[in-house]
């Protein structure tokens, strides 16, 4: 699948599950994977961590400094962080498209929707950043455990949110190279529906005690562009 023009990936909060599963997966696609901490040393041990494990070279910075040497950056940080995170990365994103994976959990009531006020996390970061950055919102219903074994097959199709259709189509071809199957669902107003949705699946893999519950769109097409 996939497997288009290489990139430079910066994935800030990249040594929590969600981040360095897609790492793993998108440096053993061939990508330059930057990993992004608030603790440049935590980033660079890491990526060390990683690149042994897939003998493929993955590197570790400080946040702002891993948004700066990325061509595309991936947010994923926990909701109480996303803010925060903005602000210290903003001046690194001119021009560049931001993914942002984050879900506005609430604890202790993750399995409740709670969307924020400008109603979702990503149109939250779109205001917030501005036209100059292309946010795009993708990866909230794929479970991190799944993204980090390499052998699993994703039983789990990516909703794709953004103002900037070519940007979308941008993660639509990276998600490919992850092995996911991607979808172009709209403007970022949209990253409300696979935002609210992480909280039902969180309340179904508990109440059938499962894991990584997921969700596939049932139209059969030859591509998802």
């Known amino acids: 699948m996939g497997h288009g023009a290489k990139s430079s990936i910066a994935i800030i909060g990249g040594t929590g599950a969600l981040g360095s599963g897609l790492a793993a997966r998108w440096a053993h ?108 919102s993708a990866f909230q219903n794929v479970a991190a455990s799944h993204l980090a074994d390499l052998d699993h097959f994703i039983d789990c199709d990516v909703l794709v949110c953004g103002n900037d259709p070519q940007a979308r189509q941008q993660v639509i071809a990276l998600a490919a190279d992850a092995d996911m199957r991607a979808w172009h669902a709209g403007r970022i107003d949209n990253s409300a529906v696979a935002e609210a949705l992480t909280s039902a699946l969180i309340f179904i893999n508990s109440h059938y005690k499962v894991e990584g519950a997921g969700i596939c769109i049932t139209a059969k097409l030859n591509s998802a562009s």
């Open 29 to 136: 696609a061939g990508h330059d994977v930057i990993l992004g901490s608030r603790d440049g040393g935590r980033a660079a041990g890491a990526a060390e961590a990683l690149a042994a494990k897939l003998g493929c070279a993955v590197s570790g910075l400080e946040n702002a400094a891993a948004a700066a040497a990325g061509e595309v950056v991936v947010l994923t940080v926990p909701y109480s962080h996303h803010l925060g995170t903005l602000e210290a990365i903003r001046p690194a994103l001119t021009g560049k498209i931001l993914i942002d994976s984050t879900v506005p959990l609430v604890p202790p009531k993750i399995r409740t929707v709670q969307l924020p006020k400008e109603g979702s996390a990503a149109k939250a970061a779109q205001d917030f950043l501005g036209d100059e950055v292309h946010v795009v």
